[in-house]
């Protein structure tokens, strides 16, 4: 089965930093251009970054740009989302999904990160 | 990297259609034909409905279809059903390898 596993998420206070862990199955993990989505509660979806097959090129939403890096692990089919400095506005539910075709066609389940005092 | 604009709301009877409307610029939407739409039921992750504009992953419902015009692009679904009841979210290639979704728009089985 194709799957996504998110883990990570948790309450940490403004300026401080967590490491977001996404774990692959079912699929060439390799092959794939990766992505994190945040959705903050009751909001809409927002394209957060992504991460080529090989590593070589990331890509990043203005906002997370300097405070965020994404990363990946081939041979542990995982892709990480480091984030520092962290901002109430940060405070969201984290989906990882995997790129195909322009679109976003696998997704996990999520994990939320709370920025709050 | 501005959200792309959606009707907050749209709504039918069963077996009626609705379609919503994804609006952005000729630096997204209208520049390329990677449009995709995205369904949320809630407390659930999004789920791939329509990629590249028009085309339906494996196991899709043909009552879901996709078009674009210029910088709007539009999601249809025929025949409603309750379980098509969920919040539905365009999304778009907007260039320099960034990614844009819509502001989404809620649909309501009456």
């Known amino acids: 089965e194709v799957q996504l596993v998110e883990s990570g998420g948790g309450l940490v206070q403004p300026g401080g930093s967590l490491r977001l862990s996404c774990a692959a199955s079912?699929?060439?993990?390799?092959?794939?251009?990766m992505n994190w989505v945040r959705q903050a509660p009751g909001k809409g979806l927002v394209w957060v970054s992504r991460l080529k097959s090989d590593g070589s090129s990331t890509n990043y939403v203005d906002s997370v740009k300097g405070r965020f890096t994404i990363s990946r692990d081939n041979a542990k089919n995982t892709l990480y989302l480091q984030m520092n400095t962290l901002r109430a506005e940060d405070t969201a539910v984290y989906y990882c999904a995997r790129g195909w075709y322009g679109s976003f066609d696998i997704w996990g389940q999520g994990t939320m990160v709370t920025v709050s005092p | 990297q501005s959200a792309l604009t959606q009707p907050p709301s749209a709504s039918g009877s069963p077996g009626q259609s609705v379609t919503i409307s994804c609006t952005g610029t000729?630096?997204?939407?209208?520049?390329?034909?990677?449009v995709s739409w995205y369904q949320q039921h809630p407390g659930k992750a999004p789920k791939l409905m329509i990629y590249?504009?028009?085309k339906r992953p494996s196991g899709v419902p043909d009552r879901f279809s996709g078009s674009k015009s210029g910088n709007t692009a539009s999601l249809t679904v025929s025949g409603l059903q309750a379980e098509d009841e969920a919040d539905y979210y365009c999304s778009s290639y907007a260039g320099s390898n960034d990614y844009v979704f819509g502001t989404g728009t809620k649909v309501t089985v009456l």
């Open positions: 079912g699929f060439s993990f390799s092959t794939y251009w």
């Open positions: 000729s630096s997204d939407v209208g520049g390329y034909n990677y």
């Open positions: 590249e504009v028009s």
